[in-house]
């Protein structure tokens, strides 16, 4: 599978000249299988320059997956812009749901694990629906045409916990549901031929949140050949934005190395750091693993338009 960053930064878009060597398009990443076969992860407006070349490659018809990690509007915002999405020749499969009922089961103690350990838990593409129809909404002027005035044929799937996605051959693709994260999470297994791709969406992986959250993580990308991961973070700004649901590249290291994964990609990255900082955070991670980890995984930082054979 090729794997493509349209979009890697994190919470907003940042069109700044000091940026422009990573980018300052939101998250959106593209998979493409051996056969051929597209799959888009998140709507953040990376997903514009996505939806043009598409068309450019394929034309007037065609079908894509586009799966959601969660509905905040980073995630979220490119889809009124989604060049696909207005030709009525193209299928869209949207993946995703969300949180509204989890949300009200994590409250309660025992709830999440229970859940989660029988492998059922479920996500309400119903939910999906509703994000996007209100991110439209002509009558409250967001958006000046609805959901329901595009013109591709777009159907709405509820995700579940380790259930693979049903539409797919030699690409696996499995969702991991976590909630490292002020909203819940969605991560997404890949997996063709053997090789595995990992994205766990928007997380925070210390603090104060749950240990067993992180073991559960480390056991779903065990050996995974590529993790691309949220670290918005240095470890000095995490000091004061705890709880803020995004990671230090120290944080997934470590999961990573955890899970014996041989590659891992950083992403997300935060709207105030120039490609200088960026730069810096690159050789703080290389280092992190080699010398305080002992590890031979290779790390980088995701850049726009960089691609990856897996
Ligand atoms: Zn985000
Ligand atoms: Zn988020």
Redesign the pocket.
Known sequence: MRLIFHGVR??YPQPDARMIQYGGR??CLQITSAEGKHYLVDAGNGIIPAGKKMYEIEGKTGKVSLLFTHL?R??LEGFPFFRLAYEKGWYIHLYGGHTALLEELDKLPQATGKIIQKGKTRSNAEDLRQALRTLQDTNRGFFPIPLAGMQARLYFHAVAEGIPLENEEEMHITPHYHTLHPQNMWAYAFEEHGRKLFFTG?IETTGSLKKRENNRLVRAMMHVHTLVA?GQYTPEEYETRQGWGHSTYEGILTLADRAGVQNVILT?HDPDHTDAVLDGIEIRAKRYARETLKSRMNVSLARETMYREI
Request: proline content about 0%.
């Open positions: 994190g919470s939101t998250t905040h980073d995630h928007d949220d997300h």
